[in-house]
Every structure is written in C-alpha cells, then in structure tokens.
C-alpha cells in the first residue's frame, strides 16, 4: 500500500496542522534553525523509526514523513524542540550502544535498539523519562500520522478514519 500525498493532507488535518497543507513544497534545509528545531537529520531519523514501526507492506514512507513533518512541526516551535530532543536522546543512546546515529543502522539493528530502550512499551510522556519521550514524540507521533490517513485505516481494517469523507456506499456495503 502507497502512502500518497492525499495520506499526509489527511494526517495533517487530523493532527490540526490544516494551514500547513501547503509546506510540504518547502525543504527543511532552507529553514531557519532557530524558528524550527528540525531539520534534516530530525527527519532522517523519523523516517528511520517509521521504517521499523510501520507495517512493511506500507510504500512510501520516506516521502510521507519527510513531508509530514515540513507540514507538521512548521508552525509548532516547542513540539518540534520535544521532537529534536527525542531524536538527540535516541542518537545519544545509539551511540553508547553502536557507535552511530540511528538513522544509519539497519533496520534489524535499528528495532532492537527501540525494543532495548523500551520504547514500544513505556508511557508516551511528553516531558517524562528518555524513553517515554522518544516514544511520544517519534513512535506515537508517527504511528498517529499513518493511522489518520485512509491507507494507513486500511491497514488497521477502518476503511474511513475520523474525519475523512468516504460517501455513502462506505457503510452501505455489508460484511465481506
């Protein structure tokens, strides 16, 4: 299944960044630092955790997250600070275990690290311990941007996530 940018004006209008529909076009490496903590390493990172936490039957993941979050932390300097400390925490604990950023593992590495942090169990806690950061600024954020888009309610067996028009013949189908 493709994520397309139909899926990140979905996800963006369900994480209420509606007036940033239009940023994607804009490259992170072109903003300033200063009005916005993420850039491209930040990025690269996202698309890394989305590598290891999303279905891998889902295409398209780089272009959808790098996107999304153009979109997503445009308007948003104190989530995007949350984020950005999440990715140096998680780059911080990389390294003391392999030498290296996330981002440049590979994905079997790259799993095990977020299972030994615990990331894909602890609290998502936005000013709570390392790993409840990581897990609701990195893997809850982006798990919500997939499963608020109609391909990533596919995969989840909604076929229309809250807030997206399907038309009547949606629920006028019976059981399959």
């Keep these: 299944m493709e994520l397309t940018r139909r899926d990140v004006l979905a996800a963006l209008g369900a994480a ?14 072109q903003r300033d630092s200063d009005d916005n903590p993420v850039g491209d390493h930040e990025v690269a990172t996202l698309v890394a955790v989305a590598d290891v936490v999303y279905p891998s039957e889902v295409e398209g993941v780089e272009s959808f997250v ?20 999440a990715v140096a925490v998680l780059d911080d604990y990389t390294q ?4 290296a950023d996330f981002a440049v593992l ?10 030994g942090m615990n990331a894909d169990t602890a609290d998502p806690v936005p000013d ?23 391909t990533g309610g596919k995969l989840a067996g909604i076929e229309n996530p809250q807030g997206h028009p399907g038309g009547t013949a949606s629920y006028q189908r019976g059981p399959q």
């Design 66 to 85: 790098r996107e999304y979050s153009v979109g997503r932390f445009r308007d948003r300097p104190e989530y995007a600070a949350g984020v950005a400390g």
């Design 16 to 29: 209420g960044a509606a007036g940033a529909v239009g940023a994607g076009a804009l490259e992170l490496s």
């Design 96 to 99: 003391h275990w392999h030498d």
């Design 106 to 115: 590979d994905a079997n590495e790259r799993e095990q690290l977020l299972a």
């Design 128 to 150: 709570g311990e390392e790993r409840e950061r990581v897990r609701y600024y990195l893997v809850n954020e982006l798990l919500y941007a997939l499963f608020s888009t109609p």
